[in-house]
């Protein structure tokens, strides 16, 4: 079947850190990813989208990474605040407009 | 530039008793969406509307209809309520061809069904 993943534990990092979080998927063969940052009891917010021959996108301290072959998408927030404390939802989207979601990694960053 | 408006932000219903959860962009995009939240789960597409006079049934559609009524506004309602439908709904929209882009969230509606 397929299947989205995300990492279920919390990230806890020290402010100033580099937070990497994954998103591993299975049986797709998306056209392309996307991230989105969600705070408690708000909507999804966009913050980047790859496509399948991207191998790497970057946004300010935001850097995505997809790997078709190993089917995983890395998500780096560097030199991170705690202002990023959040959880992160990968998507993906294998043409046509249906977008499938993971459910999330949260993360907490220490000052 | 409100983006995308829910209406209500709560609501509270008892088995069997029927609403509508509205939903307007402002942003003149095409494609509108209508997903539930869970907790532990992705978010899961109800039904969505490519353009407007068109909807198309996503992943879980089943005690849910859904009306385009015009390019701003796509309203979502449950006849029946049932316990199994309590949860988090969040409208969403897209300016992209063909859904292959960005889409821009509301607020949610976190609705109990009692």
């Known amino acids: 079947s397929q299947k989205i993943e995300q990492n279920s534990e919390a990230l806890n990092i020290q402010e100033g850190k580099t937070a990497t979080l994954t998103c591993n998927y299975t049986?797709?063969?998306?056209?392309?990813l996307q991230w989105y940052r969600q705070d408690p009891g708000r909507g999804p917010v966009f913050l980047l989208l790859?496509?399948?021959?991207?191998k790497e996108k970057r946004k300010e301290r935001l850097k995505v990474t997809f790997d078709t072959t190993l089917k995983q998408s890395l998500f780096h927030i560097t030199a991170s605040q705690p202002a990023d404390s959040a959880t992160y939802l990968c998507?993906?989207?294998?043409?046509?407009?249906?977008?499938?979601f993971g459910a999330g990694t949260r993360l907490f960053v220490k000052a | 530039n409100a983006g995308v408006t829910q209406t209500p932000k709560f609501q509270v219903l008892k088995t069997g008793q029927s609403m509508t959860l509205q939903c307007a962009q402002d942003?003149?995009?095409?494609?509108m969406y209508w997903y539930r939240q869970d907790p532990g789960m992705g978010l899961r597409l109800i039904y969505y509307?490519?353009?407007?006079?068109?909807?198309d049934k996503g992943e879980v559609p089943n005690g849910y209809n859904v009306s385009r009524l015009n390019k701003r506004e796509f309203s979502l309602r449950l006849e029946s309520a049932a316990p199994s439908q309590t949860s988090v709904y969040f409208c969403?929209?897209?300016?992209?061809?063909?859904?292959?882009?960005?889409?821009?969230f509301g607020p949610g509606t976190r609705l109990t069904v009692t």
């Open positions: 969403a929209s897209s300016e992209a061809l063909q859904g292959k882009g960005e889409q821009y």
């Open positions: 049986n797709y063969s998306p056209a392309y």
């Open positions: 790859i496509r399948e021959n991207e």
């Open positions: 998507a993906l989207n294998t043409g046509g407009f249906k977008t499938i």
């Open positions: 942003m003149n995009h095409n494609s």
């Open positions: 509307s490519a353009s407007e006079g068109t909807t």
